[in-house]
């Protein structure tokens, strides 16, 4: 029998990192522009009352600014809050549990193909860096994060790629890969 390892491709780190800070900042931004678009509107309602109250002190242009800065406050947020959605649709993946449960399925003996082979589980595209010195092996790439049913279930998308020693060898008989271990 085959010994077969499990390493992890951990070059999506930085990425990962950098994400984390560029959505931080995002929703820093946003909370600074909130607080302004708040004190701009009250400013605004404190310069209309004034003058519903028959304030003759209150000018045009302290009303035109007070407007004109609701207005802007109110473009800037949208900006924010579209930039800070953006920030939290572009995180990084890191979350690799269901690559982990198919690489454990493909080389134990639940797997009719049982790929007796050392595995790499990663997030990011396979790099031909890691694959050469590897080879023969199993690249389990996890595309997004695993998600939590209300009913025990982890679902999740993975990419499975054996690299042969060769490009003449063939592959393992297929087996059913399509549906994992289920695991509650």
């Known amino acids: ?32 522009i909130e607080h302004g678009k708040a004190a701009a509107t009250e400013r605004l309602s404190n310069v209309k009352s004034k003058l519903r109250r028959v304030d003759t002190t209150v000018t045009a242009t302290q009303l035109r ?4 800065d609701v207005t802007r406050y109110d473009l800037l947020h949208g900006g924010a809050a579209t930039a800070a959605r953006g920030a939290e649709n572009a995180l990084v993946n890191e979350d690799t549990s269901i690559a982990d449960a198919m690489v454990s399925y493909l080389q134990g003996d639940s797997h009719p193909a049982k790929f ?3 595995a790499v589980v990663g997030v ?48 393992p008989e297929k087996g059913r890969l399509a549906r994992g271990p289920r695991t509650p």
Not at 2 to 27: I, Q
Not at 65 to 68: E, V
Not at 128 to 151: E, T
């Open 116 to 118: 007796p082979v050392s």
């Open 124 to 171: 990011n595209d396979p790099t031909a860096d890691l694959i050469n010195p590897l080879r023969p092996m199993l690249y389990v790439q996890q595309v997004k994060p695993a998600k939590s049913s209300g009913n025990g279930y982890v679902t999740g998308e993975c990419l499975v790629s054996f690299y042969p020693r060769t490009t003449l060898e063939k592959a």
């Open 1 to 32: 029998m085959t010994s077969t390892t499990t390493t992890y491709d951990l070059s999506h780190l930085e990425g990962v990192e950098a994400s984390r800070k560029a959505l931080a900042d995002a929703r820093a931004t946003l909370e600074t």
């Open 65 to 68: 600014n007070a407007t004109d």
